[in-house]
């Protein structure tokens, strides 16, 4: 299958610094890339959508200041959590979608593990 | 608003058994269906795809079916291994705008040696 790639795997920052974390599609171009927020032991929340050349489409609760999305090529969105604070600590997964002969599919990155402290 | 949930939440076997996972959505208007696995701190791996007009696919030891018009669709899992256990996650993709995917609450599975 396709390939995302996501990095990095794991960051650790103070309070109060802002975070960039990558989603690079390796193989295939994804104009749209979707960035999901995931607690422990619970599924996944869609946070926005990430179009390329367009501003991202934040889903309901989800402070677009606080999680800056840029989408500037066909195979690399960007999440910036700005600002940090502790209850900003959780997994981040991003995808994209790709499209073959008429059919939709989803292929994900390997997550970031994001703490906080 | 699109709802899914998966039964059951946990589910632990001995190594051997066949399984059945289940997942439910509310609206049956949906592109299609996937069933993803996700190992403790990792990502997503796609397992496999359901077109909204198929009715099951097949991938080596697993088979998943989908009932759209009822809102089910299960992932059967023969001849389980402990290299299985894993949290198993449906989604269903939305059919307008950015084709969404919706996800399960999930099921936990551990199969014992």
């Known amino acids: 299958g396709a390939v995302v790639s996501q990095h990095p795997s794991r960051v650790i920052c103070k309070s109060g610094t802002s975070v960039k974390i990558e989603c690079r599609s390796l193989?295939?171009?994804?104009?749209?890339m979707f960035w999901y927020r995931q607690f422990p032991k619970q599924s996944l929340m869609l946070m926005a959508t990430s179009n390329e050349g367009s501003k991202a489409t934040y889903e309901q609760g989800v402070e677009k200041d606080k999680f800056l999305i840029n989408h500037a090529s066909l195979t690399l969105s960007t999440l910036t959590v700005t600002s940090a604070h502790p209850e900003d600590s959780s997994f981040y997964i991003c995808s994209a979608r790709i499209i073959i002969t008429g059919n939709t599919e989803a292929f994900f990155g390997q997550g970031t593990r994001l703490t906080v402290v | 608003k699109q709802e899914v949930t998966q039964i059951p939440a946990a589910l632990s076997v001995p190594e051997g058994e066949n399984l059945v996972l289940n997942c439910s959505f509310t609206?049956?208007?949906?592109?299609?269906l996937q069933w993803f696995r996700q190992d403790p701190g990792k990502g997503l791996t796609s397992l496999l795809l359901?077109?909204?007009?198929?009715r099951e696919q097949t991938s080596g030891r697993l088979n998943a079916s989908l009932d759209k018009s009822s809102g089910r669709s299960t992932l059967y899992i023969a001849a389980s291994q402990p290299g299985d256990s894993a949290t198993y996650l449906c989604?269903?993709?939305?059919?307008?705008?950015?084709?969404?995917?919706?996800f399960g609450t999930g099921t936990r599975l551990l199969v014992s040696p």
């Open positions: 359901i077109q909204s007009s198929q």
């Open positions: 989604a269903v993709r939305e059919n307008t705008g950015f084709q969404k995917l919706v």
């Open positions: 193989d295939f171009q994804a104009t749209t």
């Open positions: 609206d049956s208007a949906i592109y299609n």
